[in-house]
């Protein structure tokens, strides 16, 4: 199977990498737009600042590439965020796949720490990204960030409100966890993206 992990100036892009070679896949990192396209499967990694990435994505024209990309798409952690509409982190249109917004948390409690760092249940979840998982599992996010709870939500965690765990439409699917460092549970969801 070929599958493209987008490269661009985030960071966590090499841990997907060690993931799914875990899993025996050899994926390919690059920028390139002609594999990206012939690729079976594209993942659309990392950790970043919503405006730079943004600006960094549109300079190279991977916007457009991947909004146009037509095999199963996964995006995680800020994938998700830039999948979406438009981010209140640096006020930036993204890149609209999900009409939905991402919204910065506020701590409404004392004990609410921002971000939110660290394993929590991801519930109600739909699609074949969660096949062969139970009602309730454990996964590992790092966030400041969320996507409310919308038509596209394939998944829900809550913290300091229910939001948004996983998005899926048509070929785009989401995560806001990271799965490459959610245990087995997260090996499994690769899994089964692999298998879309």
């Known amino acids: 199977m070929n599958v493209a992990i987008i490269k661009y100036n985030a960071g966590n892009i090499y841990s997907v990498d060690y993931a799914l070679k875990r899993l025996g896949i050899d994926p390919i990192i690059t920028a390139d737009k002609e594999i990206l396209q012939k690729a079976d499967k594209v993942i659309f990694p990392g950790q970043?600042?919503?405006?730079?990435?943004?600006?960094?994505?549109?300079?190279?024209?991977?916007?457009?590439?991947?909004?146009?990309?037509?095999?199963?798409?996964?995006?995680?952690?800020?994938?998700?965020?830039?999948m979406c509409k438009h981010s209140e982190e640096g006020n930036v249109d993204c890149l609209g796949i999900f009409d939905a917004p991402v919204l910065k948390f506020h701590a409404e409690k004392q004990e609410d720490k921002i971000p939110h760092i660290g394993w929590n249940t991801i519930t109600n979840l739909k699609s074949g990204l969660y096949e062969n998982l139970s009602k309730?599992?454990?996964?590992?996010?790092?966030?400041?960030?969320?996507?409310?709870?919308?038509?596209?939500?394939?998944?829900?965690?809550?913290?300091?409100?229910?939001?948004?765990?996983?998005?899926?439409?048509?070929?785009?699917?989401?995560?806001?966890?990271?799965?490459?460092?959610?245990?087995?549970?997260?090996?499994?969801?690769?899994?089964n993206f692999l298998k879309l």
Not at 55 to 82: F, N, S, W
């Open 48 to 82: 970043g600042e919503a405006t730079k990435t943004m600006q960094y994505l549109k300079a190279h024209r991977l916007d457009e590439l991947i909004t146009g990309l037509k095999q199963p798409v996964l995006g995680i952690c800020i994938g998700m965020q830039l």
């Open 136 to 191: 309730e599992e454990f996964v590992y996010f790092i966030h400041s960030y969320y996507v409310p709870l919308n038509e596209y939500t394939i998944a829900e965690t809550n913290y300091i409100q229910n939001f948004s765990a996983s998005l899926h439409k048509n070929n785009f699917y989401a995560t806001q966890f990271h799965p490459e460092k959610s245990g087995a549970v997260g090996e499994q969801i690769l899994r």
